[in-house]
């Protein structure tokens, strides 16, 4: 005879948040004494090898209004494709180059911004050759996994074209969401969480 299973009810689902600036960025949000500075502040200093670039943009809803309350962190290769982790058995890494980055949005204008490098090509798992790039992570209000997606440059079109990454985008016209726009030492590259033009976010 079957019978209610109250004890498996699903529990109230419930958002996430507004707790990453508390946590992840404590200086941000005026809490001192925790860290001296924010984990992921500071990437690069004046032994940096590489082209220096500014990576800002916002985090976009479905109407195109940015939010306000979510958290960016950005992990990268150095100018020479080395990555600044054990993991990482090819060469030795700029040990000036933290490679990882972590930001909190504007309160007021929703944009983030990183002083960074740009990274060189780092091989596929196949070995082939990938188009210079950063990968991003995003959390906020209402984000209960992190989303990943990558921003590649608008001026490495030959690699791009070539990535082994872009190149399996089965809607071309998608390709675009995951290109920064370079304009001289700025990069600029906004993520739309959905609605016309959504990023592309990547199933880790």
Known sequence: MAQDLYRLKETSSQTAGPYVHIGLTPNFAEIGGVF?????????NDKTKGERITVTGRVLDG????????????????????????SDTRGDADPNLTGFGRCASSLETGVFSFE??????????????????????????????????????????????????LSRIEH?????????????????????????????????
């Open 172 to 204: 071309r016209s998608r390709v675009q969401t995951l290109i920064g726009t370079r304009k001289g030492d700025k990069v600029e590259f906004d993520i739309r969480l959905q609605g016309d033009g959504e990023t592309i976010f990547f199933d880790i």
């Open 36 to 44: 001296p500075e924010d984990l992921g502040k500071v990437l690069v």
């Open 63 to 86: 109407t195109g209004a940015p939010l306000r309350d979510c958290l960016v962190e950005i992990w990268q290769a150095d100018a020479a494709g080395y990555y600044n982790s054990p």
């Open 116 to 165: 960074t490098i740009k990274p060189g090509s780092v091989p596929f798992i196949n070995g082939a050759p990938m188009a210079p790039h950063i990968t991003f992570w995003i959390v906020a209000r209402g984000i209960n996994m992190g989303l990943h997606t990558r921003m590649y440059f608008s001026d490495e079109e030959k690699a791009n074209a070539k990535d082994p990454i």
